[in-house]
C-alpha cells in the first residue's frame, strides 16, 4: 500500500501524463481540421474558381499548434529521435544515467525556451505585430504555442526525473528502441511482488 506521502506526488504525475494525453488528442481533432481546410480548398480553388484567402494561414497556423503541443507525449511515449548506437552497448546504470542526463538536458532547454519564447509573444501583443499574410493574424497566435509545448515539454522531462529510479534502464536494440512503460510513481518496495505496474 502506497505510503500517504507518495499519494501527492502520483497524483501531480497523472495530471502530467493526462496533460499530454489531452494535448495528444487535440493533435488528432487538428489533424482532421486542417485536412478538411485543405480538401475545402482544393475544392474551391480547382472546382468552382473561388479559392479562399483564410485556408493557408488558419492551416499553418494549426499545424504550428499541432507540432508544439505534442512534443509532451512524444517524450512520455519515449519517441524522440535520438542517437543509440553507443547507448546500446552501455550498462544498465550507464543507460539509465544517460536517459537522466537527456532528460535534465531537456528540461533546462524547454526553461529556456519559455522564458525567452514568453518575452517574445509579450513584445507581439504590446506592439501589436502581425503577420505578413493576407489574414494579418496576429503574430502572437503563432508564436503561443512554442510556449506552452515547452512548459508541456518541461513538466514531462521533469515528471520522467522523477520516475527514473524507479522503473527498468531503457533499451535500445538493432531493432529499435524499447523503453519501459510509463508508470505511476511509486518505490521498488511499495509495489506487490510479481506484479508489473500498468
Known amino acids: 500500500m502506497p505510503q500517504p506521502s507518495a499519494a501527492p506526488a502520483t497524483r501531480l504525475l497523472t495530471t502530467v501524463d493526462g496533460l499530454g494525453n489531452f494535448c495528444a488528442r487535440l493533435g488528432d481533432l487538428i489533424i482532421i481540421?486542417?485536412?478538411?481546410?485543405?480538401?475545402?480548398?482544393?475544392?474551391?480553388?480547382?472546382?468552382?474558381?473561388?479559392?479562399?484567402?483564410w485556408s493557408q494561414d488558419i492551416a499553418v497556423t494549426l499545424q504550428v499548434w499541432f507540432t508544439y503541443l505534442g512534443m509532451a507525449y512524444v517524450l512520455r511515449q519515449h519517441q524522440l529521435i535520438r542517437i543509440t548506437a553507443v547507448l546500446g552497448l552501455l550498462p544498465a546504470r550507464g543507460r539509465q544515467l544517460l536517459e537522466g542526463l537527456s532528460l535534465l538536458i531537456i528540461l533546462a532547454f524547454s526553461t529556456v525556451a519559455v522564458t525567452k519564447g514568453w518575452g517574445i509573444v509579450a513584445d507581439s501583443i504590446h506592439l501589436g505585430r502581425r503577420q505578413p499574410t493576407m489574414l494579418e493574424l496576429p503574430n502572437w497566435i503563432s508564436e503561443l504555442p512554442v510556449v506552452i509545448g515547452f512548459a508541456l515539454l518541461g513538466v514531462q522531462a521533469l515528471a520522467d526525473l522523477l520516475r527514473l529510479p524507479f522503473r527498468p534502464a531503457p533499451e535500445f536494440t538493432p531493432a529499435g528502441e524499447h523503453a519501459p512503460p510509463a508508470e505511476e510513481f511509486a518505490a521498488p518496495s511499495q509495489r506487490a511482488p510479481g506484479i508489473s505496474q500498468p
Open 33 to 53: 481540421a486542417i485536412s478538411v481546410m485543405l480538401f475545402y480548398e482544393v475544392g474551391a480553388r480547382y472546382l468552382f474558381n473561388s479559392p479562399t484567402q
